[in-house]
């Protein structure tokens, strides 16, 4: 009798359900830090206090983050846990009513950081001399897309003043080298966001084609194809961010591209254990 495989004392499909819900615990964990660093970072984005109709602008990436998580869950849901025979009726409909919830937010999110990009877009040239002078006139340095610093006389010499740009509504200064900086991560979480909300759509069309039979293997192709493209660029993305050395980014992004690395492989095997409906008819024609 053969022993049974085990990789670090566990059977390979357990040891794989453990790191894949261990990534979707390091994406809940990476929620939590953008809420604080939005939190934080708010105080200066939005002086006089953060409206009801700014909050998704204020905190985009915290509102990105957790849709996207509920998101995840919910195909978690549809493509492993629920046994197809359970997925329809209201547990169809409520995951149908939680999942477009979601993507109401994730557009708007998106929609948030097209907005921050415009924003870090509009620093302009400061000619009023050095940051040192500028203390107690300006209160903050912009240090990252959500990091603020107050502009003190200890902190005035960090930056270049040889190239200062000034943000009026963030009453912030900054130099030519993090301007560019800061611009480049707010267009990269435009293209990223983007590119993730259609992998989203071609992943809604493979789960309800698939759940209606329809999922045939030629569509399965085309739209996996098409995903890899999609994929490719947030590898690209992700691989970016970490040349930019922005840690945070880069991790998030690895996360979140294993995290739907997963999906794929449950739809995989979800599809490869449901014939399509022109595959039973091709397999009766076959038979008779």
């Not at 495989?5 to 994406?27: A, C």
């Not at 009726?89 to 409520?94: C, E, I, N, S």
């Not at 994730?106 to 000619?127: D, K």
């Not at 995989?268 to 595959?279: C, I, L, M, Q, V």
Request: glycine content about 6%; charged content about 15%.
């Amino acid at each position: 009798m053969t022993a049974e495989r085990r990789v670090l004392g566990m059977k390979p499909e357990t040891l794989f359900q453990v790191f894949k819900y261990t990534i979707y615990t390091l994406i809940f964990g990476n929620l939590v830090y953008f809420v604080r660093e939005e939190y934080i970072a708010a105080t200066v984005r939005f002086p006089d206090g953060v409206g009801f109709g700014m909050l998704i602008d204020a905190f985009s990436q915290s509102t990105d983050s957790f849709a996207w998580l509920v998101l995840l869950l919910t195909f978690e849901l549809e493509t492993y846990i629920i046994p197809d025979e359970k997925l329809k009726g209201p547990v169809k409909w409520t995951l149908n009513l939680i999942a477009g919830v979601c993507y109401v937010l994730i557009t708007q999110a998106l929609l948030g950081y097209i907005s921050h990009m415009n924003e870090v877009m509009n620093f302009i040239p400061y000619a009023e001399g050095t940051a040192c002078a500028a203390v107690g006139s300006v209160s903050s340095l912009a240090l990252d897309l959500y990091e603020f610093a107050d502009l003190t006389a200890q902190n005035c010499g960090s930056i270049d003043s040889s190239s200062l740009f000034y943000h009026e509504g963030y009453n912030a200064l900054t130099d030519g080298n993090n301007l560019y900086f800061l611009e480049e991560l707010a267009v990269l979480d435009v293209v990223n966001a983007s590119t993730w909300l259609l992998i989203v759509l071609v992943l809604w069309i493979d789960i309800f084609l698939q759940l209606r039979g329809e999922l045939t293997e030629k569509l399965y192709k085309w739209n996996g194809a098409l995903k890899a493209v999609l994929y490719l660029t947030l590898i690209a993305c992700c691989v970016y961010w970490g040349w930019l050395g922005d840690l945070v980014g880069f991790l998030d992004s690895l996360w979140w591209i294993l995290a739907f690395f997963f999906i794929e492989m449950n739809l995989f095997k979800w599809h490869e254990s449901t014939p399509a409906e022109d595959d039973l008819v091709t397999e009766s024609g076959d038979a008779a």
